[in-house]
């Protein structure tokens, strides 16, 4: 089992920065990938960034050139840095980890932008 824990998240305003963290724990040993989603109300679960073991990283479009995703050197933390944030990122966001022992998820923080 892994269980996943995210933080950071809250109010910010257009065109602010948050930084999201996700720390893993339990079988951290088994874990391949780890990533972030995120879903508003209403609407399916969609993916944001991830990064692998190797440090490969993958953003969606929307996203891309404003959110980084990073990890620490124990592979058992991962960082979600978002910058010129938009009203369109309020979204309660999901953490991820891929690996031997299945696919898990955190709980979710929410992230508000107001305008």
């Known amino acids: 089992q892994v269980q996943l824990v995210e933080s950071g998240g809250g109010l910010v305003q257009a065109g602010g920065s948050l930084r999201l963290s996700c720390a893993a724990s339990?079988?951290?040993?088994?874990?391949?990938?780890m990533g972030w989603y995120r879903q508003a109300p209403g609407k399916q679960r969609e993916l944001v960034a991830h990064?692998?073991?190797?440090?490969?990283?993958n953003y969606s479009d929307s996203v891309k050139g404003r959110f980084t995703i990073s990890r620490d050197n124990a592979k058992t933390t991962v960082y979600l840095q978002m910058t010129s944030l938009k009203s369109e990122d309020t979204d309660v966001y999901y953490c991820?980890?891929?690996?031997?022992?299945?696919?898990?998820w955190g709980r979710g923080t929410q992230v508000t932008i107001s305008s």
């Open positions: 339990g079988s951290t040993s088994s874990i391949n990938t």
């Open positions: 990064i692998t073991s190797g440090g490969s990283t």
């Open positions: 991820t980890s891929y690996g031997l022992k299945g696919v898990f």
